[in-house]
């Protein structure tokens, strides 16, 4: 029981973050384009690159720092971390074919899911 607490404390520090950093963007730039959203994705995906590579290549701390850092703070932060932590693993181990149908289809069907549930919903 005690590894969930450790996630949901992380998860609420990383969706505060997420809120701060994409309204002070917001804020600070404006525009149509969701530049909060899309640092906000690449800051996660970068920190993830550097946490996994850390927790699981070089040094050996307790699991639930990785529970924490990652799961916690960084799925609260944007979970498109994961997406492409793992996109990039299936690259580095020599499965780049899957690497770009699990890169397509996310982005693709990930878009077709918004636009069917926001079409459903938006009907009366």
Known sequence: MDRYFVVLAGAGL???????AGSWIMAKYGGRFPLG????????SFLIG?????????????????????????????????????????AVEGARWMA?????????LGYLGVWLG?????RQ
């Open 50 to 90: 550097v946490l996994m590579t850390l927790l699981t290549a070089r040094f050996n701390p307790h699991p639930y720092w990785r529970l924490f850092l990652v799961v916690g703070i960084l799925g609260g932060y944007t979970t498109f971390s994961s997406f492409e932590y793992e996109t990039y693993q299936a």
């Open 37 to 44: 959203t899309l640092i906000i994705n690449v800051s996660g």
């Open 100 to 108: 770009m149908l699990y890169l397509t289809s996310s982005v693709v």
């Open 118 to 122: 926001a079409s459903l919903a938006a």
């Open 14 to 20: 990383g969706g505060v973050a997420r809120y701060a």
